[in-house]
Antibody, heavy 120, light 108 residues
């Protein structure tokens, strides 16, 4: 059964880069038609789509974060990653990795979430 | 970008029916998806494509979508249904998914 496990530092300093990895187990990240996504949730607030990467390698980012975000895939490790540059306290959130089965479908499988706090 | 509006909270007695709305401009022309999220957990997809239930979701959960409003209906509400519920659509103009602000369902 496919599972997603996010990992990364829980504390990042302002102006630095937030880097998270999502490891896919129980299946291949190279499955055709799937997309792999990052979604975040500030404490006590709602969900915000960060971006996604498709099996083809193409990416799709939230315009509000596009200038600071990079999502990439490492097929050799069955992982995908998130880099968010120049972070501020407003980027403090639980970061979820997720999968969707086809383009424009809702993410139907989520990782457990990683809390990242931006603070000096 | 496309805006989805949900009531902040809905309360219902056990055994009754709860309805959670999601408003958006001509939302009836889009596919609406619903998630349930309990504290400290990841969201779980409970309704996709307006009214379809993913495998494992009880029949008590149903959805509808028309005009400017979509609705998630939970029949025979149980204490375990207490959670935050989010609607989501794909915003074709921006090319990415949009979430509603979430509704906290309280079981009295």
């Amino acid at each position: 059964q496919l599972q997603l496990q996010g990992s990364g530092p829980g504390l990042v300093k302002p102006s630095e880069t937030l880097s998270l990895i999502c490891t896919v187990s129980g299946g291949s990240i190279s499955s055709t038609n799937h997309y792999w996504a990052w979604i975040r949730q500030p404490p006590g607030k709602g969900l915000e789509w960060i971006g996604s990467i498709y099996y083809s390698g193409s990416t799709n980012y939230n315009p509000s974060l596009k200038s600071r975000v990079t999502i990439s895939v490492d097929t050799s490790k069955n992982q995908f990653s998130l880099n968010l540059r120049s972070v501020t306290a407003a980027d403090t959130a639980v970061y979820f990795c997720a999968r969707g089965t086809v383009a424009a479908s809702p993410p139907d499988l989520w990782g457990q979430g990683t809390l990242v706090t931006v603070s000096s | 970008s496309y805006v989805l509006t949900q009531p902040p909270s809905v309360s219902v007695a056990p055994g009754k029916t709860a309805g959670i709305t999601c408003g958006g401009n001509n939302i009836g022309t889009k596919s609406v998806h619903w998630y349930l999220q309990k504290p400290g957990q990841a969201p779980v997809l409970v309704i996709h494509y307006d009214s379809d239930r993913p495998s494992g979701i009880p029949e008590r959960f149903s959805g509808s979508n028309s005009g400017n409003s979509a609705t998630l209906t939970i029949s025979r509400v149980e204490a375990g249904d207490e959670a935050d519920y989010y609607c989501q659509v794909w915003d074709s103009s921006s090319g990415h998914p949009v979430f509603g602000g979430g509704t906290k369902l309280t079981v009295l």
